[in-house]
């Protein structure tokens, strides 16, 4: 049986990136899933495992790691084949470049400030429920009082930006200079670390999914951006892609039960 287990949930951003390289290796791996609309990822048993209480965390034997970039990082050094990592220096450093440029677009904001409909309802009710679920866990387990401390600081702050319209506007406002960017890099080269698949495009094809599904795909049209629009049908048609995103199905019962928690308390 495989060492490698993973916590994660179906639809998260940074558990896709991570399951993307899972698949693309071709690793065998053990899934854990968690219901974020229940507060799973908030029980005192994962939080001793991830003091964030976020996915992804990955645990290999007796090596645990919690942040999804330096999962990737570390998966990519375990199972070298394919290698997603150029071996040239220079590349390896505008990898990291369009790495570092992903981790500095506030995606959390992003997310839950852009859902429309139904979705966004149901995302914007469990931040709020979360802060109340901090506060009884936080009481509960004094022995974890830094970790949900720390973690109701940072959801009372998400709370906050993303029903604030002139904030989000600020926000939303960094994603057409970051695409300028990927456009101007795309029409040099094939991927983003030059003609080679890389960790950097692992990070982007999940971030561009999000980012469609958010109804911002019209940002990269063949009129607007074509070389994004082209890099694009090319991540989709990848075997990883279908894998662990397109075919990802989030289970009916956990479905039932996060709207059971976020609307109906229980």
């Known amino acids: 049986m495989t060492s490698i287990k993973l916590y994660h949930c179906p639809g998260s951003l ?20 968690l219901n974020l609309l229940t507060f799973e ?40 084949n394919p290698q997603l990592t150029p071996i040239e220096s220079g590349l390896q ?22 859902y429309k409909g139904f979705d966004g309802m149901v995302l914007r009710r469990s931040i709020q429920i979360k802060e ?59 991927w983003l670390s030059n003609n080679n698949y890389s960790l950097a495009d692992v990070v982007w094809t999940a971030t561009l999914h999000h980012l469609e599904q958010l109804d911002f795909n019209h940002l990269w049209s063949q009129e607007k951006r074509p070389a994004i629009e082209n890099y694009w049908q090319r991540l989709k048609t990848r075997p990883n892609f279908k894998t662990a995103m397109q075919d990802e199905v989030i289970p009916l019962p956990m479905v039932l039960a996060g709207l059971g928690r976020v609307f109906l308390g229980f």
């Open 132 to 190: 109340k679920q901090i506060l009884r866990l936080l009481q509960a387990n004094p022995d974890l009082k830094k970790q949900y401390a720390d973690k109701l600081d940072s959801v009372k702050e998400l709370n906050k930006t993303i029903r604030d319209s002139q904030k989000m506007l600020q926000i939303n406002a960094q994603i057409e200079p970051t695409l300028d960017k990927l456009e101007y890099q795309l029409k040099q080269s094939e």
């Open 41 to 80: 990822n908030l029980q005192p048993s994962y939080v001793r495992l991830n003091p964030q209480g976020v996915v992804p965390t990955l645990v290999d034997r007796d090596k645990i790691i919690c942040d999804s970039v330096e999962i990737m990082y570390y998966l990519d050094r375990k199972f070298p």
């Open 93 to 114: 450093q505008k990898m990291h470049y369009w790495i570092d440029l992903h981790q500095h677009l506030p995606m959390g904001e992003i997310v839950y400030g852009n």
């Open 14 to 33: 940074y558990s896709q990136m991570v399951k993307l390289v899972l698949v693309e290796k071709n690793i065998q791996w053990q899934s854990h899933i």
